[in-house]
């Protein structure tokens, strides 16, 4: 078993009040809980490195001594292994019960415990919230005081440990690999499923499980759709085309974006509105520093953008009241915002108070949108927040306008 489960039961023990317990669980069917999942149930992988759906833990924070885990598995028939052979899963906490007898050991442990801590979904970016758990403990245990865990698991899956790190250096190393490869598909008539396809290829054949989330191509003005699906048009020459990846490594994800010229050179003004984008970037990562809020970041940002706006001519200086305030023009040209964190999942649920600190990998991702001349520009890198300040861990694929010209001549 990865020693790191391990070591996340017990730094979230260390977080719980003596004599409370924390309770998880998966979901009954093998389905990703969100769209933006590496794989089915992180935070349960999180703690156990299991991913089978109709699994339980309950991690007891003992009065006096080292924290109780137990973890309830199915008995898996004849017939399943059958039709899936073996489960995979054999590793995590010794003490393994099956899920059947987790109605009775949860009533046991809490005879004796304070607060209960229920795992629940709370990734805006997930489908829906599932709070069966919860219902279920609630029943249970009728008197007991409930408590939110996820705001716990946050606070750690949000500080990457060295394990953490490394997968995260190694899923941007291979992305920006597959980038490279596919600039040599990106050319007038080619289409977005293919360059996906592409992209896809190269990740899994290097032993990614592929896309954490669905890949995002598109061109000219599909690019002003933040989240574009369709990928059947044929791209034209002299469109800008946006390319919107991520990749699994080991359970982590890299969450990288670049814009590219379809026919081989930005025009003048695509090349105008990249190079800001691009200005923007790169000051955004000097502003990603311990002890900051990710808010305050954010408003950075928007002043940076907001003053290439005015460079660019697409804010007039009328509409700027102060210079040390985004206007509230500038949501027509950047509808979105700039930083989330990345982990097990694009965008990991980290508490929104949590100050910035080493270990946090944050996706930085400015952009300019011009609905006015059909196209959009955003650029994106993963960035380490270290003692020092942000490391760029995407530093593998080019992000200068004339490297990305001479990627697509090859």
């Known amino acids: 078993m990865d020693p790191s489960h391990h070591e996340n039961r017990r730094r979230l023990a260390a977080l719980l009040p003596a004599g409370s317990l924390a309770v998880i669980a998966t979901g009954r069917y093998a389905v990703a809980c969100g769209v933006d999942s ?10 156990t490195g299991l991913r089978d759906p109709q699994c339980a833990l309950i991690l007891s924070s003992a009065q006096d001594g080292p924290a109780q885990t137990v973890l309830f598995t199915p008995q898996r028939s004849a017939q399943t292994e059958l039709w899936e052979g073996p489960s995979g899963n054999r590793e995590g906490p010794a003490n393994v019960r099956p899920v059947t007898e987790f109605k009775t050991v949860l009533r046991a442990l809490a005879h004796g415990a304070g607060t209960i801590y229920v795992f629940a979904p709370e990734n805006p970016f997930a489908p829906h919230e599932d709070h069966t758990l ?15 865990l996820a705001p716990l698991l946050g606070r750690l899956r949000g500080e990457k440990q060295a394990g953490e790190i490394e997968n995260l250096r190694a899923a941007n190393e291979l992305a920006a690999k597959a980038f490279r490869r596919v600039m040599g598909f990106v050319r007038s008539g080619v289409r977005g499923f293919e360059v996906k396809a592409e992209f896809l290829h190269e990740i899994m054949r290097q032993g990614s499980a592929g896309f ?10 599909e690019t002003l759709t933040l989240h574009w699906r369709g990928d059947r ?9 946006l390319l919107d990846f991520t990749c699994e490594w080991n359970g982590l994800c890299a969450d990288v974006a670049r814009c590219v010229p379809v026919g081989g050179r930005f025009s003048p003004r ?3 509105v990249y190079d800001a984008v691009v200005r923007s970037m790169q000051s955004a990562i000097a502003c990603v520093r311990p002890g900051r809020l990710l808010s305050d970041c954010e408003r950075d ?3 940076i953008l907001q003053h290439e706006l005015l460079r660019l001519g697409l804010l007039k200086s009328a509409e700027v009241k102060d210079p040390a305030v985004p206007s509230p023009a500038l949501r027509r040209h950047f509808m979105h915002r700039a930083l989330h964190h990345v ?6 649920p980290v508490p929104a108070g949590m100050p910035l600190a080493p270990g946090q990998v944050i996706a930085v991702e400015p952009g300019i949108y011009v609905p006015g001349e059909g196209f959009g520009i955003r650029v994106e890198n993963n960035v380490l927040i270290t003692p020092q300040g942000g490391e760029n861990l995407t530093h593998g694929l080019p992000v200068e306008a004339g490297e990305i010209e001479s990627l697509l001549q090859i």
């Open 343 to 348: 982990g097990l999942e694009v965008h990991d």
């Open 233 to 241: 048009r044929g791209w034209v020459a002299g469109e800008t085309a």
């Open 301 to 303: 940002i928007e002043l």
């Open 38 to 47: 590496a794989a089915p149930w992180p935070d349960f992988f999180y703690l």
């Open 212 to 221: 954490c989330c669905p890949a995002i191509t598109a061109a000219g003005e």
């Open 270 to 272: 695509h090349r105008a």
């Open 134 to 148: 919860a219902h279920l403990v609630r029943g249970l245990l009728p008197l007991h005081t409930l408590d939110r």
